[in-house]
């Protein structure tokens, strides 16, 4: 599949020289190179490059089209779409975090408590301290 999107790249990076060359660099037809450069980079997990693309695609269609034309709709679609996906990786990164701070708290508990510490390292523990401090009043 990465060679696919090798592929693809390559053609629509020359596709995108060929036609500013011939049509110049505020051509409509540009946006569809744009979005279908933004499609690939979403593909390869190069979020920021898609949002470049897609953003480039959408000026370009907005200026050339307008609001209402079903083009300028696409790019807006994939713009949220790349936002949901950009949510997400925050949101697991955020739940990730707290996870590691619960388990960092609960070591910390395991860590101080040896009996506990005892129960979760040793199978064979049957719940009797290996040795005990007699406190006296």
Known sequence: ARERLDEAEVAFSRAQKIWRQHYGPDHTDLAMVAYNLGV??????QTARAFEFHRDALSRRRKG?????????????????LDALELDRLAGVERRTRLLGRERERRSVVEDDPELLAKLTNPDYDGKPERAIVIED
């Open 65 to 81: 089209l307008g609001d209402e034309h079903p083009d300028v709709a696409d790019s807006l679609e994939a713009l949220a779409e």
């Open 40 to 45: 690939v980079a979403q593909m390869r997990g």
